[in-house]
């Protein structure tokens, strides 16, 4: 098998490891800016003695195969310019929740804990987590589909409502107010005062009421729109994932919160929420075993 090194780049952190003689290395995680990627691979790269002949990289962004646009970022990756400049047989993109889905055949058991049982008729899933940006993605009948639908505006001025916010023209697509700057976003705007997305979920696990109705109302719109996605698609199985939904656990896991599966859809549709499995995938680094498991598909 051939070698590769695996990067996860999000718009805040790139996370990375190598596939050597068969081994993953220690998964490493650090903050760098847009003009030094290519810098930081290249000293990665020597890092390895030049055993590596595979690039394997999954970004939040569009995917076309050849480049990612990342979302976040200020920054666009070639494949075909990492190939020359980095000296490579081969490199590979992901859409960085493409990743996670293609993270499953990697993951063990016991990395999802169940936030709602049900029993689901078929095997469509909804991939879904807020963090810098949302990330969502589909796999239906066994095809991953990625999507961007954290940029889109249409659903917007109704899930303000929520938040007693009204028609803001600030929150203008889905990640606006579903992700981590979004939360701090709506504090800013329904309080008058800025805290940072950490301290607006610490406090809000604490207790303080402030926060908390910013974080209830967060999980609310957030299920409202995973009812959307698995009316629209048929999923009747839902991965929720993410370092923001990780943290927010004891909360995302209290009746008043899973009361709204039930109570944010059409009731005609009843039936498909209460066959829907929802878990929560607990793995730290799903990015990384996505890149790997694409790799050992290649």
Do not use: H
Not at 117 to 127: F, I, K, Y
Request: glycine share 8%.
């Amino acid at each position: 098998m051939k070698n590769a090194l695996l990067i996860d780049l999000g718009g805040t952190n790139i996370r990375y490891a190598s596939f050597v003689g068969n081994t993953l290395s220690k998964i490493s995680k650090e903050k760098i800016a847009d003009e030094d990627f290519i810098p930081f691979l290249k000293k990665l790269l020597e890092r390895e003695k030049e055993e590596i002949d595979c690039l394997v990289i999954a970004a939040a962004g569009p995917n076309n195969q050849s480049f990612i646009k990342l979302t976040n970022r200020d920054l666009l990756i070639d494949s075909r310019e990492l190939r020359t400049k980095l000296n490579l047989k081969e490199c590979l993109l992901l859409n960085d929740w493409e990743a996670v889905a293609q993270s499953l055949s990697e993951t063990n058991e016991e990395y999802f804990l169940p936030i709602k049982r049900g029993a689901p008729s078929n095997d469509n899933t909804l991939l879904i987590g807020p963090g810098t940006g949302l990330g969502v993605t589909l796999i239906i009948k066994g095809q991953i589909i990625p999507t961007e639908l954290g940029n889109t505006f249409g659903s917007t001025k109704g899930m303000l409502e929520n938040f007693d916010l009204g028609d803001n023209k600030k929150f203008f697509s889905l990640e606006n107010i579903l992700s981590g700057p979004g939360i701090e976003k709506l504090y800013e705007e329904k309080f008058e005062r800025k805290l940072s997305s950490e301290k607006i979920i610490s406090s809000a696990l604490d207790g303080n009421k402030d926060e908390l109705f910013i974080i209830e109302n967060f999980l609310k719109t957030l299920v409202s729109m995973i009812n959307d996605l698995v009316l629209s698609f048929s999923c009747e199985k839902v991965i929720l994932g993410g370092s923001i939904l990780n943290t927010l656990k004891p909360i995302l896991m209290t009746k008043k919160i899973l009361d709204y599966f039930p109570s944010e859809i059409n009731p005609k549709y009843a039936q498909l929420v209460e066959r829907t499995q929802i878990d929560l995938l607990t793995e730290d680094e799903p990015g990384i075993f996505g890149c790997l498991a694409f790799f050992k598909a290649k």
